[in-house]
């Protein structure tokens, strides 16, 4: 049996939530996806989730969240974290008395995929976040004995060569292996050797007239005049929408395909 899996970059504020709602009928219709996931972490004007944001998102059809670093980053976000109950993970490798949980187990029809979200540690300075690649084999180690169609993996992280490195790492131990983070697509989607599906950055779901997302102008006099303007967000206007679609034999937990999509809507 194959299982589709649908997941979207980070979605970035009030335009990246509209764009999700605007695309997500005709991409379910095309690949009709067993599974929708996003990362959430800039889903409130930039930083963390709300209740009203998220809602939305999961009105729209979005099933599962994973998120990053900037998820703590609002009250409200933190308070939700700690909720079993809403779809929400945080990176697994922060100390363990941080809000939420880093990995689940959900259920996809009669299957059940484990979704695990973890954290680079090169040039992302966060207090107590330990090795990623140590977590990632502890985790694994949680559920050697568990019939599982699927694992699949969000890793947070700035850097390729940190991502490059846990592809190669995790391959065939899990179904695949989704960088996330930079906000920026990029061109080396690939079945590994040992059959994960993996992807450097999957990109963002944002706005085309921006800087990761964030307005032009606020960047732009950063660079040129050293302005410490607080970050701002387009919320209409082209808007790009980066997302994966990928197959996995849930017989044999490899990936049989993916799929990066790469496309502009207007809101």
């Known amino acids: 049996m194959k299982l589709t899996v649908l997941f979207f970059g980070d979605v970035d504020g009030k335009i990246g939530r509209l764009a999700v709602g605007k695309i997500l009928p005709s991409l379910k219709e095309q690949y009709k996806p067993d599974l929708v996931m996003a990362n959430v972490e800039n889903l409130a004007h ?14 729209y059809g979005i099933d599962f969240c994973t998120s990053g670093n900037h998820i703590f980053k ?70 050697q004995n568990t019939e599982l169609a699927g694992i699949i993996v969000d890793l947070h992280a700035e850097t390729t060569s940190e991502k490059v490195a846990m592809g190669w790492h995790a391959d065939g131990k899990v179904s695949a292996v989704l960088g996330t983070h930079t906000h920026v697509p990029t ?5 590994l050797p040992e059959g994960t599906a993996y992807i450097t950055d999957v990109g963002m779901v944002g706005a085309v007239e921006s800087v990761l997302g964030v307005k032009k102008e606020i960047i732009l006099n950063r660079f040129l005049h050293d302005d410490r303007e607080r970050f701002d967000f387009p919320e209409e206007g082209l808007a790009q929408v980066n997302a994966v679609v990928v197959q996995i034999d849930s017989e044999t937990r490899k990936a049989t ?3 990066l999509i790469n496309k502009q809507i207007d809101i």
Do not use: C, W
Not at 46 to 59: A, M, N, P, R, V
Not at 187 to 191: M, P
């Open 46 to 59: 930039g930083k963390s989730i709300t209740k009203k944001t998220l809602q939305e998102l999961l009105d």
């Open 74 to 143: 609002r009250e409200t976000g933190l308070a939700m974290l700690d909720d079993k109950n809403i779809p929400v993970i945080r990176p697994a490798n922060y100390p363990d008395k941080t809000a939420g949980r880093g990995y689940q187990v959900i259920e996809v029809g009669t299957k059940k995929i484990l979704v695990i979200n973890l954290l680079g540690q090169v040039f992302i300075d966060e207090y107590g976040v330990t090795n990623p690649f140590h977590a990632l084999n502890e985790i694994l180690g949680l559920y």
């Open 187 to 191: 061109a080396d989607a690939k079945i």
């Open 257 to 259: 395909s993916i799929e």
